[in-house]
């Protein structure tokens, strides 16, 4: 019995502690994206060769956004101009490196864990970003206009 009792206050001091790293890091990049433009996110993400990787790996990471919001904004900026290996190298970051999940691996299964996740995972999504450049990716994506997502957003 007393086992399901430290089970359950683990639970609960865990739960809690996600909830106010989810509401502290998704209020923080909110405030950072009032203050920053799309078009200045779009024009820093057009940069060359493996630095728009970078950025857009970078960016990707900072946002976030759940698969329903990542879609509209990928193909918002490929209609932008933003080149194809700086947006695959946010598409294939977002998701897995999203703040939140980063804070809640870092929670439960130690910050040295989540850092070396972290650092795999941001040089993949550069790598992979700039492989599909390399190999011409972009002649495969087709012309598509997104309706408004699931999560309330969406780019036309």
Same mark, same amino acid.
Not at 59 to 72: E, Q, R
Not at 79 to 102: D, E, K, R, T, W
Not at 117 to 130: E, R
């Given at each position: ?9 683990? !639970? ?52 976030? !956004? ?13 209609? /932008? ?25 870092? /929670? ?9 996740? !972290? ?38």
């Amino acid at each position: 019995m007393n086992t399901l009792l430290d089970t359950l206050q683990y !639970f609960a001091f865990i739960t809690i502690e996600l909830i106010v790293l989810f509401m502290a890091i998704s209020a923080l990049v909110e405030i950072i994206l009032m203050y920053i433009p799309a078009e200045k996110i779009q024009k820093s993400l057009s940069g060359k060769g493996i630095m728009g990787n970078i950025l857009g790996a970078g960016f990707g990471a900072l946002t976030p !956004f759940c698969a329903c919001s990542t879609i509209p904004m990928t193909v918002g900026f490929l209609n /932008a101009g933003v080149p194809f290996g700086s947006v695959m190298s946010f598409l294939i970051s977002s998701p897995l490196l999203n703040p939140i999940i980063i804070g809640m691996l870092g /929670a439960l299964v130690g910050i040295k864990a989540a850092v070396i996740y !972290f650092v795999i995972a941001f040089i993949c999504s550069v790598a992979f970003g700039a492989i599909l450049q390399k190999i011409g990716g972009a002649k495969y994506i087709k012309n598509v206009r997104v309706k408004p997502s699931c999560c309330g957003g969406g780019l036309r």
